[in-house]
């Protein structure tokens, strides 16, 4: 079972920056991929952004130039700067790991953009 613990949600007013942080611990091994999802108040959870064990990556459409997915192989450790935010980018921000097993999910931090 791999265990995963999101960081770095919190107030942050219009325009402003927040890098998130989600560290994986258990036994991690073959390919897989890493990304992040959010959930907005009656809204359904949303794909945001994702990045392959190659590094290869991929964004939403509402968040392309705005987000950038990175990761620390050595820490076992996905970020996600995300800056110019907006209103509407408020909602729990959850991390996400897909191995060839099946996919894991983090608790999930919340973001909340002020206008």
């Known amino acids: 079972q791999v265990q995963l613990v999101e960081s770095g949600g919190g107030l942050v007013q219009a325009g402003g920056s927040l890098r998130l942080s989600c560290a994986a611990s258990?036994?991690?091994?073959?390919?897989?991929?890493m990304g992040w999802f959010r959930q907005a108040p009656g809204k359904e959870r949303e794909f945001v952004a994702r990045?392959?064990?190659?590094?290869?990556?991929s964004y939403a459409d509402s968040v392309k130039g705005r987000f950038t997915i990175t990761k620390d192989n050595a820490k076992n450790t996905v970020y996600l700067q995300m800056n110019s935010l907006k209103p509407e980018d408020t909602a729990v921000y959850y991390c996400?790991?897909?191995?060839?097993?099946?996919?894991?999910w983090g608790q999930g931090t919340q973001v909340t953009v002020s206008s």
């Open positions: 258990g036994r991690i091994f073959g390919s897989y991929t």
């Open positions: 990045i392959s064990t190659s590094g290869g990556t």
């Open positions: 996400n790991i897909l191995l060839t097993s099946g996919p894991s």
